[in-house]
């Protein structure tokens, strides 16, 4: 296991369609969380889960937005009906709780283009 | 979260020691300092963190004054390789779920 592994690396839709990617952690790694990033900004925290608890979603996670963590290891984030500002880099990354950030880890993320 | 100011860009050469500082003066007692790299097309990758004075790895070294309101990680004669965005975050290092608040961070140029 060598690191976050995100699949697809780049998405192009048409609007209106729904997408889904998949992030799987590292193995151990018992916190997962989701980040989106655009152009010249940094990440931005969208949600995260403890095993297959989602704990936090962030305002930015829109109700077309759904994101799933079963049996606590791969994760899913899907978005529906996407729009054109939904175009961004979405960062999947996995932590083990008490290790800090020593032990966060991102993948290197999935590039949507909302044509 | 405390929040972070730092340059928008820096150009530096390559041998060259380059200093990137980070203003964060509400930094709270429990806040760490950590710095991220992230290079095009990747997710950013941790670098550095301490709590107070000098920390240092095989990659950079972290300074923080005793006041804590700011700090400067220095990276000791870059290569071309180092040309990325750097981050500077201040947070809890436990508790909120570890989530990390990144702001606009410093797009490091290094030129032959």
């Known amino acids: 296991d060598t690191g976050v592994s995100q699949d697809p690396r780049h998405k192009i839709t048409k609007r209106g369609q729904n997408v889904t990617f998949r992030c799987d952690p590292i193995?151990?790694?018992?916190?997962l969380y989701w980040y989106r990033q655009t152009l010249g900004q940094g990440p931005e925290f969208l949600t995260y889960?403890?095993?297959?608890?989602?704990?936090?979603k962030s305002r930015l996670l829109s109700d077309r937005f759904s994101a799933e963590r079963p049996k606590g290891s791969f994760s899913t984030l899907e978005i529906q009906r996407t729009e054109q500002g939904d175009s961004a880099m979405y960062l999947c990354?996995?932590?083990?709780?008490?290790?800090?950030?020593?032990?966060?880890?991102f993948g290197s993320g999935t590039r949507l283009t909302v044509v | 979260l405390a929040k972070t100011t730092q340059p928008i860009s820096m150009d530096s050469y390559e041998g060259q020691e380059v200093n990137i500082t980070c203003s964060h003066n509400?930094?709270?007692?429990?806040?760490?300092i950590t710095w991220y790299q992230q290079f095009p097309s990747q997710g950013p990758r941790f670098i550095i963190q301490?709590?107070?004075?000098?920390v240092t790895n095989e990659v950079a070294s972290l300074f923080i004054p005793a006041d804590r309101k700011s700090s400067t990680l220095s990276l000791p004669r870059v290569s071309l390789s180092d040309t990325a965005v750097y981050y500077c975050?201040?947070?809890?290092?436990w508790g909120g779920g570890n989530k990390l608040t990144f702001g606009t961070g410093t797009q490091l140029k290094v030129e032959l």
């Open positions: 990354a996995s932590s083990l709780l008490l290790q800090g950030d020593y032990g966060y880890t």
């Open positions: 193995s151990e790694h018992n916190r």
């Open positions: 889960f403890q095993n297959e608890a989602q704990l936090e």
């Open positions: 509400n930094i709270a007692t429990n806040d760490y």
């Open positions: 301490g709590y107070k004075t000098k």
């Open positions: 975050l201040v947070g809890p290092l």
